[in-house]
């Protein structure tokens, strides 16, 4: 049976930070039980820096996969970074900005003209007029009452029925959405009614009926300043998250939990601090741990069991999963990470990323260098796109993100690898663009401090100085790998840098 | 051999060079030059990418040339000609440092051949 395609739902601000921690996930090299992930976002703020920011990444990563890949078959290269394919991200972005408000939209003004007095009466029900007046540009700000009337135009979009249209019979759907907001909380049990109706004439019905649906639901992680809210400067206030939370759990209780298969719930007591912008190309929340570990359910819905093809083969209909971590810190590591093949890629990627930012273009240029000329590189190597692509990765996104998980206003930080190397956190604190390349400097004593709290070993003693020498690392092994014949520079390059980096850490790191 | 000396003209002791100064001088040379290029290609060039750099590949001519120097002069004058330290003998002073010029050319040559051989160093002093 070949592999499915997984089908990710990344729904309002939350689902895209989800999906660029994914994209990071990925770009790390775990291995995936999927084709291909396909993501579908849904949010009715078009102008949101954080879909912007995740359109970006997503970007980038297919430059350089694409660069890879092509052509490769589905079992090779395996654990390599950029290994698994994300399709561009397709996006069933209904402009809030064409409905104008609620009222605008259901014609609020004409149901009694048009013969529909009740149902007018049980809207004013249902909708204050706060409610009724909110402009939709910006999504909707913490009102999932409104967000499952609008939501509901997003099945009737093209880019809905193209995705039915290609979905096929063993493809799983996953959905990433925050249950104390307005889109996320609106959005899942709509998509999650949508694909369980028996009655639905969607194409391929019968497929999405019976499907492997998985969904992550993020529980509060953050709070807003109130002050703006009271002021009315924003429409969210985040001390009804709680609230909103509990209510919408109930309803999962009573309505969803026999439609999903897996469910993941990942929250935090300890809450970041965050601007209080109500969308728009404002509201860029830094990453978060809690977007991390929202990610990670993504890999585990991959490997959850892996034979089964519809929900029929399942063993549990339902299965609810929680994450956890063993000691409440302020600051969570590489220790605190349970699953043995995410830290170690973590690690390596780290690595890698090091060397592409601060060592690979002297390697690049030096016309001496052993693995560079068993690679037949041209002497304008670094000018290149793929090289381009690399770094930018690298210094642009990866640094960033790392920069971003660590931020102060988070209560619970993610500081995996020593941040002291990047130098300009401060105006990438400041960049809203999120195009500024974060500088770094890395001394040879420093590569063995990289990983908070865990040293790498080093054998220096009081006649020898020990180094980590990622080239000689690389000419060591470069004839061993231009030998696989990949017929391609770029195959080439990367296999050597993921077996390069794979040996330094094998030599230097006890996990 | 003396036409590989070509650059050495000697007018006195004729036979002593023509029978053992010239060997002497040669296979010094050679063995001098095989060993430098031994250690730097298969020893050090197999170990670490330390001395893998145009100057550092220089710089072990350079110990070649001075190796092929001392070596020559030292077993030239006391065994081949038995001078006393001290004495002078201004011939044997020009030949060596012909040797020694030939081993710094003969350890450029043998590069090309030894480089292959190499992993850090394989494309020093030329890429081909």
Not at chain 1, 45 to 65: M, Q, T
Not at chain 1, 243 to 257: I, P, Q, V
Not at chain 1, 452 to 458: E, F, Q
Not at chain 2, 118 to 123: A, R, T, W
Request: aromatic share 14%.
């Amino acid at each position: 049976m070949s592999k499915p395609k997984l089908y990710l739902f990344a729904i309002g601000g939350t689902g895209s930070r989800v999906l660029r921690s994914l994209t990071m996930l990925l770009a790390t090299g775990v291995k995936t039980n999927t084709e291909k992930i396909i993501p579908m976002i849904i949010d009715t703020d078009i102008n949101n820096g954080d879909v912007e920011k995740c359109r970006n990444i997503i970007k980038n990563y297919n430059e350089i996969h694409d660069t890879i890949y092509n052509g490769v078959r589905e079992d090779e290269g395996q654990g390599e970074f950029f290994r698994t394919k994300i399709m561009p991200p397709r996006e069933l972005n209904i402009s809030g900005t064409d409905y104008g408000t609620l009222r605008d939209m259901v014609s609020y003004n004409s149901l009694d003209g048009k013969g529909f007095g009740k149902t007018k009466s049980l809207f004013d029900l249902l909708y204050s007029d706060a409610n009724k007046d909110m402009p939709l540009e910006k999504g909707f700000l913490g009102n999932p009452n409104v967000g499952s009337v609008v939501l509901k135009n997003v099945v009737e979009s093209q880019v809905f029925k193209e995705f039915t249209q290609d979905f096929s019979q063993n493809d799983r759907i996953f959905i990433v959405s925050s249950i104390f907001g307005g889109t996320g909380a609106a959005g899942f049990p709509l998509l999650l009614n949508v694909f369980r109706d028996e009655m639905s004439k969607l194409n391929n019905g019968n497929f999405l009926n019976n499907a492997i649906i998985g969904g992550v639901s993020v529980l509060p992680y953050f709070q807003v300043d109130v002050d703006k809210f009271n002021s009315g400067e924003s429409a969210i206030n985040s001390s009804t998250f709680i609230t909103k939370t509990k209510a919408a759990l109930a309803y999962y209780n009573r309505n969803l939990k026999q439609l999903v298969n897996a469910m993941y719930y990942v929250g935090d007591t300890r809450q970041s601090s965050y601007e209080n912008n109500d969308g728009g190309v404002e509201q860029k929340n830094p990453s978060n741990f809690i977007e991390l570990t929202a990610a990670s359910a993504v890999l585990d819905f991959l490997d959850y069991e892996k034979n089964a093809a519809t929900k029929d083969d399942l063993q549990n209909v339902s299965k609810f999963f929680e994450f956890g971590i063993d000691l409440d810190t302020g600051v969570v590591d590489l220790n605190h990470v349970k699953r043995d093949s995410l830290k170690e890629q973590l690690l390596h990627f780290h690595y890698y990323n090091v060397y592409v930012s601060n060592f690979m273009k002297d390697a690049l240029k030096n016309e001496k260098l052993a693995w560079r000329n068993e690679l037949k590189l041209s002497s304008n190597y670094h000018t290149q796109n793929f090289y381009k692509a690399l770094k930018k990765f690298t210094s642009v996104h990866y640094y960033r993100w790392l920069i971003e998980l660590s931020m102060d206003q988070h209560d619970r930080k993610f500081l995996p690898f020593d941040v002291s190397i990047m130098i300009n956190k401060e105006e990438i604190a400041k960049d809203v663009s999120g195009v500024l390349p974060v500088n770094t400097v890395v001394g040879a004593k420093k590569l063995f401090t990289l990983v908070t709290g865990v040293p790498a070993s080093d054998t220096s003693n009081f006649f020898k100085k020990d180094s980590i020498k990622y080239d000689e690392e690389l000419s060591k092994i470069a004839q061993e790998v231009v030998a696989l014949q990949y017929g391609s520079t770029e195959r080439t390059l990367h296999t050597l840098l993921n077996k390069g980096i794979q040996n330094i850490i094998e030599e230097r790191y006890v996990l | 051999m003396e036409n590989f000396y070509f650059l050495f003209e000697d007018l006195e002791n004729w036979d002593i060079w023509e029978e053992v100064g010239y060997s002497a001088g040669f296979i010094i040379l050679i063995t001098t030059s095989l060993l430098i290029n031994l250690i730097y290609y298969i020893f050090l060039g197999r170990k670490s990418m330390r001395y893998s750099t145009m100057g550092k590949w220089f710089l072990f001519g350079v110990i070649n040339f001075m190796l092929v120097f001392l070596i020559t002069i030292a077993v030239e004058g006391v065994t081949i000609f038995n001078l006393s330290f001290g004495d002078f003998f201004p011939k044997l002073w020009i030949f060596t440092i012909i040797n020694a010029i030939y081993g710094f050319v003969l350890y450029a040559l043998l590069s090309i051949v030894f480089k292959r051989f190499s992993i850090y160093s394989k494309f020093i002093p030329v890429k081909f």
